[in-house]
């Protein structure tokens, strides 16, 4: 194991420490504690439900009922054991590392990115930019995702600086080859575009890489297995393959080789970075499947059945807002969208100011977390509330909901 990177890693020793696990607000303690704070991040992550629903919500194939194709969780997880496996050689800290990684993708909506254009378009409709999961992703763990304290009250994660930054900087190019952690620590709900800026940490330097790494592979086994590549797309393969003298480009392959290579190749002079030959391999990787898998007409179909899916729910609830009495308004539809309806004024209630719920609160008091939706006073803070309600579903509720629409 190399320690090149120790004087610079997310510890007590570093200059940046105490900015790296400021929480915006403190969490509760426990006396007999034994965990890091970047520990509790990922213990408070992984209890999440945002985080279970990962398992159900796709990746880049939409095939709900075929146990072998990834889902959104899988990658997840591949992100970890790469980013882990290369802070643990370079000597970061490996605790920072597992919290960014198994976080990152909090924010995606369901159906991949199909989903994220679709809410993109409702966004622009309504004057507002487009909707990019990293973002979201911030929101989710800032002001959606709910945990109960020691004393049975609900409240937001409150997770590190650290953390938050890795989820919100975790995507972007990496074609530079040699990713560095910007300088300072910046207001993250300044970031306007995706991939604006570079993590703070270097731990979320190799997780963004890391990214890369894990869904390129696997991206091209779900597309054999699926019978997605033809013959042509095969052949094309099989030449890159032997162009950098790789003997299989799959998962486990790809892997191994990045991961050694940036082992290799990275130094806090030089940054995160793969050798040239591997760096090379990446993009064209990457171009490859882009041409023959994301971009592919094959996935016209799907495109569609998400744009009509989410549209519809969106059209059903953005037509009930009332103000003050929108809650009155969606009640009324119950009866023909039952569990669209419950479900989202159950969701509605923990974000609400407390008088808008009337005269049976019930449990809700108990929920201490920030009232994002104040008393819908606005279209805007209902149209949010959609968009946070759709972008949290997994592939086989939002279905299950759409299927109940189709009936009137």
Not at 149 to 159: A, G
Not at 264 to 291: F, M, Q
Request: charged share 30%.
């Amino acid at each position: 194991m190399e320690i090149r990177f120790k004087n610079v890693s997310s510890m007590s020793s570093n200059n940046n420490w105490d900015i790296h696990i400021a929480r915006e607000k403190p969490l509760y303690k426990r006396e007999n504690d034994i965990r890091s704070p970047y520990e509790r991040d990922y213990t408070r992550i992984l209890h999440s439900l945002a985080y279970r629903r990962l398992k159900h919500k796709t990746q880049v194939f939409f095939n709900i009922d075929n146990d072998h194709i990834c889902t959104r969780m899988e990658h997840v997880q591949h992100v970890e054991s790469v980013s882990c496996t290369i802070a643990k050689y370079l000597g970061l800290n490996v605790d920072l590392t597992k919290a960014i990684a198994t976080g990152h993708d909090l924010g995606h909506a369901p159906f991949g990115h199909e989903g994220e254009v679709e809410l993109t378009e409702i966004r622009k409709e309504n004057g507002l930019d487009k909707f990019w999961h990293e973002r979201n992703g911030l929101r989710v763990v800032d002001k959606l995702e709910l945990l109960e304290n020691d004393k049975r009250n609900f409240c937001n994660l409150d997770l590190t600086y650290a953390v938050r930054d890795g989820i919100i900087s975790h995507c972007g190019e990496v074609d530079e080859n040699g990713i560095k952690p910007r300088e300072s620590a910046i207001d993250l709900n300044t970031f306007c575009t995706s991939g604006e800026y570079q993590p703070f940490t270097w731990e979320g330097c190799v997780v963004k890489i890391s990214d890369k790494i894990a869904y390129l592979g696997r991206d091209i086994e779900d597309a054999v297995r699926l019978h997605f590549l033809t013959r042509q797309d095969l052949f094309e393969l099989g030449r890159i393959s032997k162009k950098y003298d790789q003997k299989a480009i799959n998962t486990t392959v790809i892997m191994h080789n990045f991961i050694i290579s940036i082992c290799k190749n990275s130094s806090p002079e030089s940054g995160i970075r793969l050798g040239d030959k591997y760096n090379d391999l990446l993009n064209e990787i990457k171009a490859y499947n882009y041409e023959k898998i994301y971009l592919n007409k094959k996935f016209d179909v799907y495109r569609n059945y998400v744009k009509s899916l989410i549209r519809s729910i969106y059209q059903i609830l953005i037509e009930a807002y009332d103000a003050k009495n929108t809650i009155t308004s969606l009640l009324k539809l119950k009866k023909y969208y039952p569990k669209l309806i419950i479900d989202f004024v159950d969701y509605l209630d923990k974000y609400v100011s407390i008088d808008l719920l009337g005269e049976h609160p019930g449990a809700y008091k108990r929920y201490k977390n920030e009232k994002i939706y104040g008393n819908l006073d606005t279209i805007e803070l209902y149209l949010q509330a959609i968009i946070d309600f759709i972008s949290g579903m997994t592939d086989r509720y939002a279905i299950e909901v759409y299927n109940e629409l189709l009936k009137y």
